[in-house]
């Protein structure tokens, strides 16, 4: 049991390692109760392209952080509370396959895991630790989850207008609440989100229809939702998109590791 844990030495080496890996550029990871579940190499999809994260499921939380140096240096650290996630399985196909979604509320994106037998791992192991934290703290799963943005590769042309072509001057945008990649015309409204972010959000013109009509039930909410935008919308580029600073890649596959109650204490 992942209890078993909790107080244990080899528990509190490996969140000191954890948090030294990814040095004054995160947040601290040892708090009391805290346990270090697992870890490994997964491939996110990014707005770009897919790119190789260092994953670590605690007890609680899910981390995630580019790899610099691999197993030794981490950045850009995201931190998802468990109590926020629902998992997705998806289909293989011929590009991607042993795949599945991590969806929060305030945003989501699909993995991929290098084997099925380790996709399966994953997935039991993060759904064993969202069954106990909700167990637990008696708290109801999230209902609404954030869409999950197209990657940009999918769409040459605006999946609303079905006309726009993109290119290096006319730019790809993302609808918040669908995820579909739009046009600038096609998505020059903003709508409030309260879920992904206090200030309102760019959304395709398909979407802020159907959010203002249901809006509109409610007088009180009108102005806050009504505020169209021809500008650029903040925040829209996806902040795990960039470049590595080094292409620390494995240099063979690794295992994940998921620490049981079978090791010694």
């Not at 703290?137 to 869409?147: I, L, N, P």
Request: proline share 4%.
């Amino acid at each position: 049991m992942v209890d078993k844990l909790v107080n244990s030495e080899a528990n509190t080496r490996r969140i000191a390692m954890v948090e030294s890996c990814f040095g004054s550029s995160g947040q601290p990871l040892g708090v009391p109760g805290r346990v270090l579940v697992g870890e490994g190499v997964l491939t996110k999809m990014c707005r770009k392209k897919p790119k190789t994260r260092q994953f670590f499921l605690f007890n609680d939380i899910l981390v995630y952080g580019n790899i610099i140096i691999n197993k030794k240096k981490y950045n850009k650290q995201h931190i998802i509370p468990l109590e926020e996630v629902k998992l997705e399985s998806l289909e293989d196909d011929n590009q991607y396959k042993n795949g599945w979604l991590i969806k929060t509320a305030s945003k989501s994106f699909a993995v991929y895991a290098a084997t099925a037998v380790e996709k399966g791992e994953w997935m039991a192991h993060i759904n064993k630790c969202i069954d106990d934290l909700l167990r637990k703290s008696g708290k109801k799963a999230v209902a609404e989850h954030a869409a999950v943005w197209v990657p940009d590769g999918e769409a040459p042309v605006c999946m609303h207008c079905k006309k726009s072509q993109f290119t290096l001057l006319n730019r790809r945008h993302h609808c918040r609440k669908c995820g579909a990649v739009v046009c600038g015309p096609c998505s020059s409204k903003r709508f409030l989100l309260p879920n992904q972010s206090s200030k309102p959000l760019r959304v395709c013109i398909h979407c802020y229809e159907t959010l203002t009509q249901a809006i509109n039930k409610n007088h009180n909410s009108h102005d806050v939702a009504h505020r169209g935008v021809n500008a650029d919308s903040s925040g829209e580029e996806d902040s795990d998109d960039e470049e590595e600073i080094n292409k620390g890649q494995p240099e063979s596959h690794d295992l994940p590791k998921f620490y049981g109650d079978n090791e010694k204490q």
